[in-house]
């Protein structure tokens, strides 16, 4: 038994060296410089965008999320990454990515908004403020250039409902008409721009 597996082990090691000699050198592994030309949202923080306004007013789109929300990473991925949603985002407004349990103050102009903590998990004062209390993750909030809440807009949103919502609010059709008279008709002028990124 021992003579057969020792017959065995060389004719492995041997059948192991013949095809190490036949097989072509490996070449060197060089680093490739990887460069992400996908165009992304320019991201500002609260204050940020606030101070711009001031200067330059514009609306805001602020994507509330929290660290461990699924459907925020999940919009992260699907929506915010299609090319016709980050060049009129990055054009028409001032764009904030929010984390509703973050514990750092947030001044802005004359008020400053704190982190409530409380049970597991606690809440910014701005978060629950944005989303009238109805803690909800994802949330994309529309505020005017004057920094009034347009709407806020609980869950997880495809890239075709958000980019007929960036639309509608963006170019002020929410002050025309109602939401589902703008997707069936005005929308179809924008439709292709989104249908052009895909």
Known sequence: MNRLLLFFAAFVLLTISAFRTTLPAERPVTPTKLTDE???????TIEQAYALTQKKPKKFVVDVYTDWCGWCKV???????????????????YPVR?????????????????????????????????????????TTVF????FNLIQPIAGYLEPRTFHQIITYFGKNYHQKEPFDQFKIGTYKEFQSALTASK
């Open 75 to 93: 919009m992260d991925r699907e929506t915010f990454s299609k090319p016709a949603i980050v060049d009129y985002v990055n054009e028409n407004y």
């Open 38 to 44: 996908r165009k992304h949202i320019n991201w500002l």
């Open 143 to 146: 505020l005017d250039e004057k």
């Open 98 to 138: 929010f984390n509703a349990e973050q514990t750092a103050d947030v001044t802005l102009g004359k008020q400053t908004f704190k982190y409530i903590s409380g049970g597991s998990r606690g809440v910014h004062e701005l978060a629950a403020a944005l989303l009238k209390n109805q803690m909800s993750y994802p």
